[in-house]
């Protein structure tokens, strides 16, 4: 027997039109990509965490990893909707966003200079998640996949808060304390 697949939402029986089949397979391939991205994740944030120094960024940090594990189940609940398996896809951008941030965490002197470098590099890696999971919510909207458009839409949630959050790092201490250093050289 064939399985029915839920690709679309589509009402049982009825056929998706020719523009829902090629946005369900981009949305699969979205999908792909975030999710071998908040994996590597995983493994990139503590690494982070290792190098900074200011306990306000430790503690974003770590709240951030709990919550990108919960995005990594997340899209593995979404690939189920979709009736596949949770299978990942080398995300290009963000292995080059992380290998950056190895860079500037080796090159910087460790304290507030490595702090303002490991925020400049987590943000670019928010406002990656941020761009993909709007991407992906609207799709999952516009294929009446209502289910996972509130799990994205949640996740979304997070990495702009995550991002506010090392906004208000910065600027309240890391910056004004790396400006200050720079000044008394
Ligand atoms: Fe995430
Ligand atoms: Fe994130």
Not at 84 to 103: F, H, N, S, V
Not at 106 to 119: L, Y
Not at 157 to 170: C, G
Request: aromatic share 4%.
């Amino acid at each position: 027997m064939k399985a029915k697949t839920h690709t679309t939402g589509q009402e049982e029986g009825s056929q998706p039109t020719e523009m829902e089949t090629k946005l369900g397979k981009l949305f699969e391939e979205e999908l792909r990509d975030i999710y071998w991205a908040e994996k590597a994740l995983t493994k990139a944030i503590p690494k982070m965490i290792k190098n900074a120094s200011s306990t306000d960024l430790i503690a974003a940090l770590e709240t951030h990893l709990t919550e990108t594990e919960d995005h990594v189940k997340r899209a593995e609940k979404v690939f189920e909707i979709i009736g596949k398996t949770a299978r990942g896809k080398t995300c290009e951008a963000m292995e080059g966003l992380i290998k950056e941030a190895e860079e500037i965490m080796e090159e910087s002197e460790e304290g507030v200079m490595r702090d303002a470098g490991i925020i400049a590099a987590a943000q670019k890696v928010e406002h990656y998640e941020i761009a993909s999971y709007g991407t992906l919510r609207t799709y999952a909207q516009t294929l009446g996949l209502d289910e996972a458009a509130a799990i994205l839409e949640k996740t979304l949630k997070d990495e702009k808060k995550a991002d506010e959050i090392l906004t208000t790092v910065a600027t309240s201490a890391i910056n004004l304390e790396a400006a200050e250093e720079e000044v008394s050289e």
